[in-house]
């Protein structure tokens, strides 16, 4: 075993490193993944709400479509 030792480093800054090397891009796109899920596919029906029905990610691109209306409030000052 003493061959092992010598290779690996076992000080905590490498754990940290390694963690960040390999888990925070695994993270990233698995929260990648479930935002491009839940942005293209569509939202419950709600017969309350007033905004525009349909996939939020072809709201934003083409508003024109779904006949939305701007709620911008404009402040002068």
Same mark, same amino acid.
Request: with cysteine; aromatic share 16%.
């Given at each position: 075993?003493?061959?092992?030792? %010598?290779?690996? @480093? =076992? %000080?905590?800054?490498?754990?940290?490193? /390694? !963690?960040?090397?390999?888990?925070?891009?695994?993270?990233?796109? #698995?929260? @990648?993944?479930?935002?491009?899920? !839940?942005? #293209? %596919?569509?939202?419950?029906? @709600?017969?309350?709400?007033?905004?525009?029905?349909?996939? $939020?990610?072809?709201?934003?691109?083409? $508003?024109?479509?779904?006949? %939305?209306? @701007?709620?911008? /409030?404009? =402040?002068? !000052?």
């Amino acid at each position: 075993m003493p061959c092992l030792l %010598s290779v690996y @480093d =076992y %000080s905590p800054t490498v754990y940290r490193l /390694v !963690f960040r090397w390999l888990a925070i891009p695994w993270i990233q796109a #698995e929260l @990648d993944a479930w935002m491009k899920c !839940f942005n #293209e %596919s569509p939202c419950r029906a @709600d017969k309350h709400k007033i905004l525009p029905k349909g996939i $939020p990610d072809l709201i934003a691109l083409k $508003p024109h479509l779904y006949h %939305s209306t @701007d709620y911008k /409030v404009t =402040y002068i !000052f």
